[in-house]
């Protein structure tokens, strides 16, 4: 009777300690919300450490588009998959910004495989980037947070181009929650709502 006692005893001690242990790494998740910036954009091959949503704060120095395509507040049509539901997918126009963009290659500082065509970082995000446009096959130092590991990652960068980028909410055409100051999308990937 008393070993009954004991197993039942021991059963209900180990589930409220893995109940409460569930309950302390929830917690911890929920805080951890800073780091939403980390993922947003990458080759399409994999999406692990991604988090599509951005904090919407934007580089230092990046300077806000005079004449977008797509104003501020309007709606367009997402042409690109930098991930899973983003092609089709409608999007409200949070910021437009005239800069230089980048596809970049690079190795998570956190380890993993090489990331290749990463789309998009732009000139503010490049470390002692300048004014001009970097040349393609030049190594850079990433200081964005897209994805995980990017920050401080050397980078090679694969084409470069001069255009207007936005800052854009959106709903995936997979359903699932809104992602909101994803960070970036050119205007070449932009089309009107029809």
């Known amino acids: 009777m008393k070993k009954k006692t004991f197993m039942k005893s021991s059963l209900i001690l180990t589930l409220l300690v893995l109940l409460l242990a569930a309950c302390s790494n929830n917690n911890n998740d929920n805080s951890s919300n800073s780091s939403e910036e980390e993922g947003m954009d990458m080759s399409s091959q994999d999406m692990e450490g991604m988090d599509m949503s951005g904090s919407g704060e934007v580089p230092e120095g990046l300077k806000v588009a005079e004449n977008p395509k797509y104003d501020v507040g309007s709606n367009a049509i997402i042409n690109a998959d930098h991930m899973e539901g983003m092609d089709g997918a ?105």
């Open 90 to 194: 409608e999007a409200t126009i949070v910021g437009a910004y005239d800069t230089f963009v980048y596809t970049i290659s690079y190795t998570p500082t956190t380890g993993g495989e090489k990331v290749t065509d990463h789309k998009w970082v732009i000139q503010e995000e490049i470390e002692d980037a300048g004014d001009e446009a970097i040349e393609p096959g030049t190594e850079v130092i990433i200081n964005a947070a897209h994805m995980e590991g990017m920050n401080g990652a050397k980078a090679t960068i694969d084409s470069a181009e001069k255009t207007t980028v936005y800052m854009v909410d959106y709903t995936p055409t997979t359903g699932g929650e809104k992602v909101t100051n994803h960070q970036w999308v050119t205007e070449s990937e932009l089309s009107p709502v029809e």
